[in-house]
């Protein structure tokens, strides 16, 4: 979320075609809203606000555009 869109756009494409990417996520539907999210931000640079790892799992937020 946060590289440049070219970037973003090849990382998140490559994410889709790993080997291991079905036994991470079995069905597709919890990770769609990202590639959504992602596709929506256009140009922006996303800046991640919050992290939280949780054993295997990492949860977090960014933010897309200038908020004033």
């Known amino acids: 979320m946060a590289a440049p869109?070219?970037?973003?756009?090849?990382?998140?494409?490559a994410l889709l075609q790993r080997s291991d990417a079905r036994e991470a996520h079995p069905s597709f539907e919890h990770i769609l809203p990202m590639h959504i999210v992602?596709?929506?931000a256009s140009s922006d640079i996303g800046e991640r606000l919050w992290t939280m790892p949780e054993g295997s799992l990492s949860w977090a937020?960014?933010?897309?555009?200038?908020?004033?």
């Open 5 to 13: 869109p070219q970037v973003r756009q090849q990382q998140m494409s």
């Open 38 to 40: 992602a596709g929506a």
């Open 61 to 68: 937020q960014y933010r897309f555009g200038n908020i004033q």
